[in-house]
């Protein structure tokens, strides 16, 4: 777009309306799950009612009273996975988005929901470790989840290292859109095999025999404010790198 | 018709322009030099032109074929000749120019083959591995290889990089002898040799065009002056 | 020179062309077929260490199967770094994508080329295998049927392989890149595939569920990353 010295340039935009409810999701989402740790605690009953004085009988099994308080981690460890996995199914719709229509923005987006997706796995894999450690007295065992979560965890690292690795940006964000779009069809798939495929060695987690209400609606309301805070990370984030593209480009117009 | 044409043609990630812009037509049968300074997007331009990359915006007809619309099409009219020998070292002469033969789809690949060789001196070392070739003889295979299907636009990339004098002289008597009706387009640092060579000169800076004419309206002190402002102080 | 006819081969021609042309290199150099038929005699040797100790009286047929499958990994991981080095080396691969040709010959002519190196390999590397831990063993008559997860195993990690290698080539650290990538990618398959092994070598009574349906997993992996490589290799290859 040159007119005789005098040009034209696009500017990445920045600051759309979505910048606007950043603030309250964030808000929001952060009462909500705090909300949901209170309700964890002293909302939610113990699985069927159990008390938390002595050992007690759950589906033929006796627990203790450590095994019912860190199954209070579930509330949190559930809704983090979910949401994590919900960060790489919009990192590979904005990676195909990039292939069709080959602008960064979509680039853009795609890395950070990789990001949260990387920060919530992370999250994820503590959460379930501490359970895994207090449930089954391990701190690690190769059970389909855990298993499937670390495959996940060592992708969105591998995407991560790899885009350090090119220099040319175009050749990097069409190789990370490549990669993240294997990712999502790679990862239901682990997690199919590694379930499916009966194990002597791997403990059978122990099916308590659904949830109750007041247990969902916990759930239900951490789930809704981790989506909440994921939101809001990612638009911060994003807003962040558009500014500082949008930076870059007027340097480089200043120096033309 | 024009050999080349390019229409607006932009090749744009981000903020960053490798070619901005551009607009040219080439008759049929010119020589074109594309000059400029490192990082003006000489090699992206050429990239674009010969559908290894896709240009974000604008036109480009290569022998009246646009190479984003019918890229298939548009390589049959395309031979690259590159800095790069584009043989694979553990063939043959004679084993590569036939794969690369076959690939297009040459009516008898081993009399087109045994052409070629002929017309850059090499028959005699066909069956000799490529490896085994110095710079020059594997970039005069590599003459061979870019005309194997005939093309009606050649694409020089830097093509006298590690060739020593005596290389770039059987290199340029061989172009002008396989030259014919075709067109070449050549990106090239050596500003002298380039202008010799051309029927028509670009020079580029930041992925825009300074300066593009056909060598008849070109004084070459005065080109050199301007191709020099041009390197020294970006673009004017 | 007289004009050149040119008439568009076909697709199935321009794959034998260039699997012949892949062939035909490396049987001229063996350079990959050797480097890799040494790394897994190599870790055969490693494996003689490591067991030395428990080698009496550990149960080799239980672990067997997984010890194969370290080897195949990696020693796989070694042929397909090198598979695109050529390409790379000489420029080759942009003269091949300037050829009027479906990106996706390039990768089916690929992921063959590697499949059959990695089958050569195992070819030798698995009766050695079986030569050094197996021989003392009394082994179950099912162990023929290791073939089958092998074959199953192989095409995946080829054909995930040289769409890994395609990327890792044109990335600083290439080797380290590919092995980051190439160990998750292909963990489901792996899983997979050692509990067949495993269980062909040991013949125990619950085929359907040890063997059968790991394979058929296995098979589902295989086609559903195929077609998806085999699709976003146009991609890959033209950035």
Redesign the interface.
Known sequence: ??NKGKKVVKV?EAGQWPDKVTLPALIAGTVLTTAGFLMAFFYAAPVNGAALDAPELVGDVMVTHQQLLSQKIFYFHMPVAIVSFVALVFAAYYAIRFLTT?E?RFDTCSRIAMEISLLFVVFTMITGDLWTRFEWGVWWTWEPRLTTYLILMLIVIAYFVLRNAVDD??RR?VYSSVVSIIALVDVPICFMITRLIPSSIHPVVAREGGMSPDMAATVVVVMIGMMLVAFGLYRLRFRQARLQ?RM??LK?QLE? | MSAVEAKHLSKV????KAV??VSFELPEGSFLSIFGPNGAGKTTLLRVL?????P?SGEALVAGVDVREE???A??H?G?I?H????????TAE?NLL??A??????DPEA?VT?LLD?VGLAHRKLDLVRTFSRGMTQRVSIA?ALV??PDVVFLDEPYSGLDPHAVEIFDELIES?R?DRTFVMVSHDLAKGFAMCTHALVLA?G?IVAFAPKAELDYDEFAGLYRDTVGMG?A | ?A???????STF??YK??LG?DL??EF??REMLTSMGIYAFLVIIVYGAALALTARNLDIMRMGGGLLWVLIVFTSLLGLARSFA?EK????M????????DRSVVFLAKTTANFLFMLVVEVIAVPLFYFFFMSAEQVAPSFVWIVVPLLVGTLGMAGIGTMLSTITMNTRAKDVMLAVLFIPFIYPLLYACVTATTTAIMGTEFWIDFFVMPLVLACGYDVVMLLVCWVLYDFVV?A
């Open positions: 777009m040159v990445p080959r960064q940006p175009e964000a593209e870059d480009a480089e033309d | 990630f981000g903020t960053r901005d812009d010969s559908t290894l990359a896709r974000t890229p298939d099409e390589r049959e395309i690259f590159s790069q020998s584009m043989l694979y070292p553990d063939l084993e794969l690369y076959r690939l297009y789809g040459v009516e087109r052409e017309a290889r299907h005939d396989v014919g930041r825009r673009v | 020179m004009r050149v006819s040119v008439t568009k081969p021609q321009q062309t260039l042309k035909r290199q001229r150099t050529h080396e000489q420029g080759c942009e003269g091949i994508l300037m050829v009027p040709l033209s």
